[in-house]
């Protein structure tokens, strides 16, 4: 049995935040409440001046693999969650091959079967990505495919889309949009405002963005069908989620942790590091992204992990691969940019980070209960540390050099610790 002894216990289902111990026996929470230290235990981890939580969950990762794996592997993949506190991943289905056929998936869901920490996988809602012909849904799902998305890749035809939203609400699965028009944007990864103009680019207009949300909010709300909204940019954007969910649409929303951070000013300095589809915004869409986070309009924080070689990122800007790696940096940049300015509370971070993430994919996890997985963060919100090395194959992280509050101690995946900070 494992003790964790004075931390400040934080369940975003139960509401719990207060000082309390937790006994892990095997793979399950045992008991929590107050514990001597002296009972017969094989490791007495004392949380004192610490934040125990669930496990973080990620709804958004790109682990490469197959196909692309000098970037990324379920394993390395794995141990970057790990250096994060996350306990469960949702890879995307954007792989080579795409995941778009049972025995792809099969494949990957045998070999995430012996990763410490929990990983899962969409599947594609088109064949080859390709946006015109649906996968076998239900066999898909009979497989193990938590959810769908084409992620990378917008679905831009309307009237495949809502066939697809049909079939996917028949079998109960959310389908996750990735959300640009592509006719509007000349270079991806730069918003198109005063950096793009300075760098001589036409780039990624905001409307290349919320025009599509709308779209895609007015047929979750017409088929009924569970939308999940990926990456979440624009001012706009939040603006017409908000109205969907007040109209009764079954829509969630997603942000990532760069997007609530930082801003277009970043690609000055640098970079190709700073480049992501869809891209970095103005101050005022950060403002709008944290409002409607705090309000609700969006649901969960996701990482959008998305590794790509030194190589690869050291073309020039317009030619480089977009995509940053954030699963290492989440839970600090999300406490120095949201929780140490004032914007949310810890348990509301928590929340957005473990709980609601875990109801998207209906995952029994995001939560600390007797009887429930053992699945544990432990971490110090107040140590400042500086990103430097990471566990990922790749580097390719905005944050590089940059100092952060809010340092992992421990994670802790079905009762094992993956890893102590020493």
Request: net charge negative; glycine share 8%; with cysteine.
């Amino acid at each position: 049995m494992i003790l964790i002894k004075g931390g400040r216990l934080i369940d975003p289902r139960s509401g719990t935040d207060e000082s309390l111990d937790i006994i892990i026996e095997d793979s399950k929470i045992k008991a929590i409440g107050i514990f001597s230290a002296d009972g017969e235990y094989e490791r007495v981890i004392d949380a004192s001046g610490l934040t125990v939580a669930p496990g973080l969950i990620d709804v958004h990762v790109h682990f490469r693999d197959p196909g692309l794996t000098y970037k990324e592997d379920l394993s390395s993949g794995a141990a970057a969650a790990v250096r994060g506190g996350y306990t469960s991943v949702v890879c995307m289905a954007n792989t080579k091959p795409a995941i778009d056929n049972c025995d792809t998936l099969k494949d990957i869901l045998d070999r995430a079967a012996n990763s410490p920490i929990n990983i899962y996988s969409v599947a594609s809602v088109s064949k080859n990505l390709e946006g015109k012909e649906l996968t076998d849904m239900r066999a898909l799902k009979d497989m193990g495919a938590v959810g769908l998305s084409d992620d990378g890749i917008p679905l831009m035809n309307t009237a495949f889309l809502q066939k697809a939203l049909l079939a996917a609400k028949a079998l109960g699965l959310p389908i996750s949009l990735h959300e640009e028009d592509p006719e509007l944007i000349g270079v991806a990864g730069v918003n198109h405002g005063k950096v793009a103009e300075k760098l001589g680019f036409t780039g990624a207009p905001s409307v290349s963005e919320s025009s599509v949300v709308a779209r895609d909010c007015m047929l979750a709300l017409s088929t009924g069908a569970k939308l999940h909204i990926q990456h979440v940019s624009t001012a706009e954007s939040v603006a017409a989620i908000r109205l969907a969910k007040q109209l009764g649409a079954n829509v969630t929303a997603e942000v990532t942790p760069q997007h609530l951070a930082l801003t277009e000013d970043e690609v000055l300095t640098k970079g190709t590091l700073a480049k992501l589809n869809p891209p970095l915004r103005t101050e005022s869409d950060r403002l709008a992204l944290i409002a409607g986070l705090h309000d609700g309009t969006i649901d969960i924080i996701a990482t959008d992990h998305a590794p790509h070689s030194a190589e690869e990122k050291a073309r020039p800007f317009a030619d480089a691969p977009s995509g940053v790696t954030g699963l290492e940096t989440a839970l600090a940049v999300c406490i120095t940019y949201l929780v140490r300015s004032g914007h949310l509370s810890l348990p509301e971070l928590i929340k957005k980070m473990a709980l609601a993430p875990a109801g998207l994919y209906s995952l029994d996890a995001g939560y600390l209960a007797e009887g429930g997985n053992a699945d544990i963060v432990i971490f110090d919100d107040s140590e400042k540390w500086t990103v430097t090395d990471f566990a990922s194959k790749s580097s390719n992280s905005p944050f590089i050099n940059e100092s952060l509050c809010g340092k992992v101690k421990y994670t802790i995946c079905s009762g094992k610790i993956l890893y102590a900070d020493s």
